[in-house]
Structure formats: structure tokens, C-alpha cells
């Protein structure tokens, strides 16, 4: 099972990454409305200090995609997980312009959103709640019979991670708000889910 912490922002946030080892870590990129965020320059600095073992995937929503592709291809990060209004049509011209995998996300509100999903040519899909970040789960029996891999998002914290496991067959685990204390990442719950996805 992979595990995924998204929303990492100072350095002491990739000390613990580095320190719990997750499969990935996740920086919210240029996206003021969300605390979470950071800026290109900050980016760089943080993904120079994060443990080779890791991969440090970028959120995106709605940035150019020359912008996306550029980063990648620096190795600034290694994937590309693309949420807003980008389509098919972004998703492939993406593609030509990196060969990096492309991670979408969609919000689950209906079994419409998940055919969408399934048919996606993103690398990895990202099922989440309709309003990411906030600590909400979405319905999960609308992915009972979902058949393409996928990372599970959209409330994950220490009593619904075990559940989801119980439940559910996600590829992988992504966690934001539930590892944080007030708003900033707390290194105690990074450590204990990771250890709760890793050690299922």
C-alpha cells in the first residue's frame, strides 16, 4: 500500500517526511487560496531537501502546463498531479511535452465522475471529495466497484485510514489534514500513518 503526504510547505515538513519515508510527498504549487501553498522558489528549495527515496509529486491547479512540464523536466519534481478544469485534451498535450507520469484528480459526487475517471489517460487517478483539502470523505460505496488503480483522498486521519483499509483496495493512501495540528504538519501523526498504510 503507498502512502502519500501532500501539503508540505517548511523544512522542518520535509525533515519528518524524510524521517517516516512515505512513497511520496506532495507540494501544492502557486495556489494562494489554499495555506498549503507555495511558491515556484520555495518549491525548489524544498523538493532539494527531500530523501531520494521519495517522490515528490507537484498540485497543480489550472497552471500552464508549460509551466508543469518545465518542472518536471528539471526533475524539480518527479510527477505532476493536476486538479481544476484540466481535460483529456490537456492531459495529452501534457504528455507531449514531458514524459513524467500525469496524476488527475477528480471530485466523487456521482457514478458519472468515476466513469470519467476510469477512462482517464492520466498516469494515476486521485479520487477525492468534491471540496479537497477540507477533511471530508466522499460516499465510498460509489467506489466499491471502481477498476482502475487509484490513490484514496478527501478525509484520511487515524479513524478512517483503518477503515478505508478494511473496505476498500486503493492503490494508496493520501493524507493532507489529518496529519496536521492547527494547520501545520505535526511530525507525531506523519509517523503513525505512515507506520498504520506501511505496516497493514
Request: aromatic share 6%; with cysteine.
Amino acid at each position: 500500500m503507498k502512502v502519500k503526504i501532500c501539503g508540505i510547505r517548511r523544512p522542518e515538513d520535509v525533515q519528518s517526511i524524510n524521517q517516516s519515508k512515505p512513497d511520496y510527498v506532495g507540494f501544492i504549487v502557486d495556489f494562494p487560496k489554499s495555506h498549503r501553498s507555495v511558491s515556484i522558489e520555495a518549491l525548489q528549495n524544498l523538493t532539494s531537501q527531500v530523501d531520494s527515496s521519495i517522490e515528490k509529486v507537484g498540485v497543480f491547479v489550472d497552471t500552464p502546463l508549460e509551466v508543469i512540464a518545465d518542472l518536471l523536466n528539471q526533475s524539480i519534481i518527479d510527477i505532476a498531479q493536476l486538479h481544476g478544469k484540466q481535460d483529456e485534451n490537456d492531459i495529452k498535450q501534457l504528455k507531449e511535452l514531458t514524459p513524467k507520469p500525469i496524476w488527475k484528480a477528480f471530485s466523487v459526487n456521482s457514478n458519472t465522475d468515476l466513469r470519467e475517471a476510469e477512462a482517464s489517460s492520466a498516469d494515476l487517478v486521485l479520487l477525492d471529495h468534491e471540496s479537497g483539502g477540507t477533511g471530508q470523505t466522499f460516499d465510498w460505496s460509489l467506489i466499491q466497484d471502481f477498476n482502475r488503480p487509484y490513490l484514496l483522498a478527501g478525509g484520511m486521519n487515524e479513524i478512517t485510514i483503518p477503515r478505508a483499509l478494511a473496505e476498500l483496495k486503493p492503490y494508496g493512501i493520501d493524507v493532507s489534514s489529518g496529519v496536521e495540528t492547527n494547520k501545520f504538519k505535526d511530525p507525531e501523526k506523519i509517523e503513525r500513518i505512515v507506520r498504520m498504510i506501511k505496516h497493514d
